[in-house]
């Protein structure tokens, strides 16, 4: 069964800064992974996809994810925060043989300082 | 391009009441998903639809149940509230080809008095 794990509920950074995001995963089958982000009182927003292809994949707002199967890890990262980018953030899996099943994980507030 | 539309927006309801929620997906999407979404439990998926047909269910009791039409258009229906029910519900579109995303709408969020 795959599952997803996000170390960190809440992430603080000072502006400019480095954002990392934690995503672990597991996955019977090659799994495909999305990061999406939600801002208050808002839908879900997707920032990038992994879906075989690159094992960096780029996604918008100058987020980026890597693959690491051997770590069974698709951590986010961007390398300078702004404060647009506090939202709450979260990974998922696919269920494996039906694109509209996604499996979250509990979400990562991220919270940028001045 | 319209984007995954949800109604209502907010609703307030009391205990033992039925609700009823509304999704319309971004056009040419033949799938939609409905996922629900509190503090504790986070984001769990519900069920998911495509040609008027549900394909997946997730792990949630009878009392919630949902259909799609022939446009598409979906919606989902929780009978006999309870506290617990409260929460943001949210509804996605997808194309069902490939290595597709799922396009969230907006929410609904259920409040149960």
């Known amino acids: 069964a795959q599952s997803v794990t996000q170390l960190g509920s809440h992430v603080s950074v000072s502006e400019g800064a480095l954002v990392l995001l934690r995503c672990n995963y597991s996955?019977?089958?090659?799994?495909?992974l999305f990061w999406y982000v939600q801002y208050p009182n808002q839908g879900l927003q997707l920032l990038l996809k992994?879906?075989?292809?690159?094992?960096l994949v780029k996604g918008i707002n100058g987020f980026e994810a890597e693959f690491k199967k051997s770590e069974t890890s698709f951590h986010l990262t961007k390398p300078s925060a702004h404060m647009s980018d506090a939202a709450e953030y979260f990974c998922a899996v696919s269920a494996g043989g039906s694109q509209g099943n996604l499996i979250f994980g509990k979400g990562t507030k991220l919270s940028v300082k001045p | 391009k319209a984007g995954v539309t949800q109604t209502p927006r907010y609703l307030i309801k009391t205990r033992g009441q039925q609700v009823t929620l509304s999704c319309s997906p971004i056009?040419?999407?033949?799938?939609v998903s409905w996922y629900q979404q509190t503090p504790g439990q986070g984001l769990q998926f519900l069920f998911e639809?495509?040609?008027?047909?549900?394909?997946n269910k997730g792990n949630f009791p009878g009392r919630f149940s949902g259909r799609q039409f022939s446009n598409s258009r979906s919606e989902m229906n929780v009978s006999t509230l309870e506290l617990g029910d409260s929460a943001l519900y949210l509804c996605?579109?997808?194309?069902?080809?490939?290595?597709?995303?799922?396009?969230f709408g907006a929410g609904s969020r259920l409040t149960v008095l």
């Open positions: 996605a579109s997808n194309v069902w080809a490939g290595a597709n995303v799922l396009t």
């Open positions: 639809y495509f040609s008027e047909t549900q394909r």
């Open positions: 992994y879906t075989s292809a690159a094992t």
């Open positions: 996955s019977s089958v090659p799994p495909y």
């Open positions: 056009s040419g999407h033949r799938s």
